[in-house]
């Protein structure tokens, strides 16, 4: 649902009515109309929609739809009510066709409300705004929709925020209502459907993850899950499919296909078998076969990096980046600080066979004269650029420049998102933005942690044990949300070895009170955290921009924070 925030004020509904038939009628407007309702009636002309349409034809049967299916309960708990009123209540899918009416009012005989056919209504208004919306009497476009006003709010999609349809609420005429006398109405019944959408998304979720699980049992399969929002694999999926693979996978799934199918990059084949709940396909099941001759995998003769970390996210980040790293074309790694990018910058070009490259770091200065740069990449010797949002306007430029004449350079840069870059450093990531890998913060790999210990560890003196940890102890560093990601953990970690006073295991009473007390978050589902991984990869793609992070989601931007607050982020 939207919101329930008071309606502004509206204009005088007889002065609109004189502009409307002035309109209607080809003769300038007076001053004082509304530019948004002038736009209104500007589209019904464009759409061809006539002012004086007769009643409206009769309504079609419903086109089958899951939001129906859901609102039904509710919206037939409403009917007897509205039975003996003047009002009406009505449903739209997200094409603005009506699924369902009750009641005596206008919109009951209507099939379709969209602009395109009936013109401005305050269920269009609605489904574009996504918030409520209100339209009265001349505001309409219709002549016989004159005297009568109307309020809708928007039904959004439990788990992206994606406008399903349209409740909306028909009366007549209410001069001076503000809100209309059915807002409280059209607002519950929307937060009504809006639940059962979100009772019947768990269930099949739950079925989802159960198939996922039953083929996941026997040790080292690798199988993977998808319903088009939710994506689960095993361990033995992630560290066999390529990216190409997974979204052949995903196309699948959403054309609710079946059978054995071809993966791309000699990933292997795959048996995808649907899955059903209540008669209806949700998502599909693949079981994934690698192929009889390892030797032929493209992606086997990547270069290997030998970095800590085996969980998905930071499996996939390095196997993009590997992939990338095959040509010695300009490679662009971000990420938060202290997130590995250059850690991982050094390891591909080590391990691709780049063991000299001019290495100039942005953050610790002036960079390099950019003379330097040209020529050490003319030599063909490779170029590591560290903290890219550090450079100076003028090195940017350069930068650009020598890009424009080699678009093909030997160039690695890593980039932390933070405050908006300016035009000329944006041109520079436009240009990058093929090519480039975006690193997971650690609060999203948590499995690495006892991975990444031993490595962060320095080596002990003589005579001493390596540093080890109680259950209790590694259970706080993972719950632990790491803003300064494996920087702070390896600065913690090196704490801990040269002052500890005590022999054995480190407790959890050695850990700093905020790593010890750790967030009172509760123990999130795979479906929650597949949830939380495209969130959190979402606002780092738009640098922590949460309105941006939201739009590429698909989700109201009150979702996010609701959404954020939930995974206490």
């Given at each position: 649902?939207?919101?329930?925030?008071?309606?502004?004020?509206?204009?005088?509904?007889?002065?609109?009515?004189?502009?409307?038939?002035?309109?209607?009628?080809?003769?300038?407007?007076?001053?004082?109309?509304?530019?948004?309702?002038?736009?209104?009636w500007r589209r019904a002309r464009f759409f061809?929609?006539?002012?004086?349409?007769?009643?409206?034809?009769?309504?079609?049967?419903?086109?089958?739809?899951?939001?129906?299916?859901a609102a039904r309960p509710v919206l037939e708990r409403l009917a007897p009510a509205l039975a003996s009123g003047q009002s009406s209540l009505v449903l739209t899918d997200e094409r603005l066709r009506v699924l369902w009416s009750a009641g005596n009012g206008p919109g009951e005989k209507c099939h379709d409300l969209s602009e395109q056919e009936v013109g401005h209504n305050s269920a269009a208004l609605a489904l574009r705004s996504r918030r409520r919306a209100e339209v009265h009497g001349p505001e309409h476009f219709l002549d016989l929709w004159q005297d009568v006003s109307a309020v809708s709010v928007p039904v959004l999609a439990p788990e992206n925020g994606q406008v399903l349809g349209t409740v909306t609420v028909a009366s007549g005429l209410c001069t001076g209502c503000t809100p209309h006398p059915g807002a409280a109405l059209a607002e519950a019944t929307a937060t009504a459907v809006e639940a059962e959408l979100v009772a019947r998304s768990r269930t099949t979720e739950r079925a989802l993850l159960d198939a996922f699980q039953r083929?996941?049992?026997?040790?080292?399969?690798?199988?993977?899950?998808?319903?088009?929002?939710?994506r689960l694999l095993s361990d033995a999926a992630a560290g066999m499919l390529s990216p190409g693979a997974?979204?052949?996978?995903?196309?699948?799934?959403?054309?609710n296909g079946s059978g054995h199918l071809e993966l791309p990059d000699g990933t292997g084949t795959a048996h995808v078998t649907p899955v059903r709940h209540e008669g209806a396909v949700i998502g599909v099941v693949a079981v994934v076969e690698p192929p009889a001759d390892e030797s032929v995998r493209p992606h086997a003769q990547q270069p290997r990096v030998a970095l800590a970390g085996r969980s998905v996210p930071w499996r996939h980040a390095t196997a993009k980046a590997a992939e990338l790293a095959r040509s010695r074309e300009p490679l662009l790694l971000t990420g938060e600080r202290g997130t590995g990018k250059t850690a991982l910058a050094r390891e591909l070009l080590r391990a691709r066979g780049d063991l000299d490259p001019l290495v100039v770091d942005a953050a610790e200065g002036p960079a390099d004269e950019p003379g330097s740069w040209?020529?050490?990449?003319?030599?063909?010797?490779?170029?590591?650029?560290?903290?890219?949002?550090?450079?100076?306007?003028?090195?940017?430029?350069?930068?650009?420049?020598?890009?424009?004449?080699?678009?093909d350079a030997p160039l690695v840069l890593t980039y932390t998102p933070g405050t908006p870059p300016g035009p000329c450093l944006q041109r520079l990531l436009d240009t990058l933005a093929a090519r480039s890998v975006?690193?997971?913060?650690?609060?999203?790999r948590p499995d690495d942690i006892r991975e990444l210990l031993p490595e962060l560890a320095p080596?002990?003196?003589?005579?001493r044990p390596p540093l080890t940890w109680t259950l209790d102890a590694l259970r706080a560093l993972e719950r632990h949300p790491w803003p300064g990601n494996i920087t702070e953990l390896a600065h913690l970690v090196r704490a801990l070895a040269e002052h500890r006073q005590v022999a054995g295991p480190v407790r959890r009473a050695e850990l700093p009170d905020a790593v010890r007390e750790g967030p009172a978050t509760r123990q999130l589902s795979p479906?929650?955290?597949?949830?939380?991984?495209?969130?959190?990869?979402?606002?780092?793609?738009?640098?922590?921009?949460?309105?941006?992070?939201?739009?590429?989601?698909?989700?109201?931007?009150?979702?996010?924070?609701?959404?954020?607050?939930?995974?206490?982020l």
């Open positions: 649902m939207t919101t329930t925030e008071e309606s502004p004020a509206r204009p005088a509904l007889t002065p609109l009515r004189q502009a409307r038939e002035r309109f209607l009628t080809g003769r300038p407007l007076p001053d004082g109309v509304p530019d948004e309702i002038v736009a209104a061809g929609v006539r002012h004086d349409l007769a009643e409206p034809s009769e309504p079609l049967p419903p086109p089958p739809s899951a939001l129906l299916t083929a996941a049992s026997r040790p080292g399969a690798a199988v993977v899950a998808l319903d088009g929002k939710n997974v979204a052949v996978l995903e196309r699948t799934a959403a054309a040209a020529t050490a990449l003319a030599s063909d010797r490779a170029l590591l650029l560290r903290h890219a949002e550090r450079l100076a306007q003028a090195d940017v430029a350069a930068l650009n420049s020598l890009l424009d004449e080699r678009p975006a690193l997971p913060a650690l609060r999203e080596k002990p003196a003589p005579g479906m929650e955290l597949a949830e939380r991984t495209a969130i959190l990869e979402s606002l780092r793609r738009h640098g922590g921009n949460k309105a941006r992070a939201a739009a590429a989601l698909g989700i109201a931007r009150a979702t996010l924070y609701r959404k954020l607050r939930g995974y206490s």
